[in-house]
Nanobody, 115 residues
């Protein structure tokens, strides 16, 4: 069992920045990868970014060049730095642990970008 706790969400104006954190209860190097997803009101949850065990990163096109996923293995924490935020980035952001047999999700943190 893995617990994931997201933090760092909030209300920000368009063009602003936020940094989300996801603290894991287990050593994140044991995961195949860590990812961020988001779900806007009335929409399906969508993948945002991934960082693999080896450190390779990937992003959905909508956030490329604006968001950066990173990890601190010593703190068992994954981050999502979000710059140049847009109103369409408004959503609940979830952290995901990609395991070999099971995946785990955090409870989410709300990000609201005002225009």
């Amino acid at each position: 069992q893995v617990q994931l706790v997201e933090s760092g969400g909030g209300l920000v104006q368009a063009g602003g920045s936020l940094k989300l954190s996801c603290a894991a209860s287990r050593n994140i190097v044991s995961a195949n990868g860590m990812a961020w997803y988001r779900q806007a009101s009335g929409k399906q949850r969508e993948w945002v970014a991934t960082i693999t065990k080896s450190g390779w990163t990937s992003y959905v096109d909508a956030v490329k060049g604006r968001f950066t996923i990173s990890r601190d293995n010593a703190k068992n924490t994954v981050y999502l730095r979000m710059n140049s935020l847009k109103p369409e980035d408004t959503a609940v952001y979830y952290c995901k642990w990609d395991g070999s047999t099971l995946d785990y999700w955090g409870q989410g943190t709300q990000v609201t970008v005002s225009s």
